[in-house]
């Protein structure tokens, strides 16, 4: 029986849709950081990961959240599961921060 939005449940397929969100996510943001370099900054990951707003961080997660509208438009297809992964993206980023944050300190103690 066919119907209107017909959608199966495939776990396998929304695990993979979920690391290539990520995947796009933090591609970007590291690109982002990279381009910026250009004016005299210096990048490291420790900014990716860290709790504290940067002006340089704010619009390079601006750019990032830009790229995942995108790529969510190719990678996911379906108008109505893209806040749910937009959310889960930011969800994730904002628990591998404070994971970081517990489990080595303040990012002046460290420098990935």
């Known amino acids: 029986m066919s119907s209107f939005r017909s959608y199966v449940w495939d776990p396998s397929l929304l695990i993979s849709q979920m690391v290539c969100m990520q995947t796009?996510?933090?591609?970007?943001?590291?690109?982002a950081l990279i381009a910026y370099s250009v004016t005299g900054f210096t990048p490291t990951l420790t900014q990716v990961?860290?709790?504290?707003?940067?002006?340089?961080?704010?619009?390079?997660?601006?750019?990032?959240?830009?790229?995942?509208?995108?790529?969510?438009?190719?990678?996911?297809?379906?108008a109505k599961q893209c806040l749910d992964f937009s959310c889960t993206v930011h969800v994730?980023?904002?628990?591998?921060?404070?994971?970081?944050?517990?489990?080595?300190?303040?990012p002046s103690k460290y420098d990935l």
């Open 24 to 31: 796009i996510f933090y591609t970007t943001e590291c690109a």
């Open 92 to 106: 994730f980023h904002l628990l591998f921060v404070i994971t970081l944050e517990i489990r080595l300190g303040p």
């Open 49 to 78: 990961f860290s709790l504290q707003a940067l002006r340089v961080m704010v619009v390079v997660q601006l750019l990032a959240t830009l790229s995942c509208g995108v790529a969510m438009r190719f990678v996911i297809q379906r």
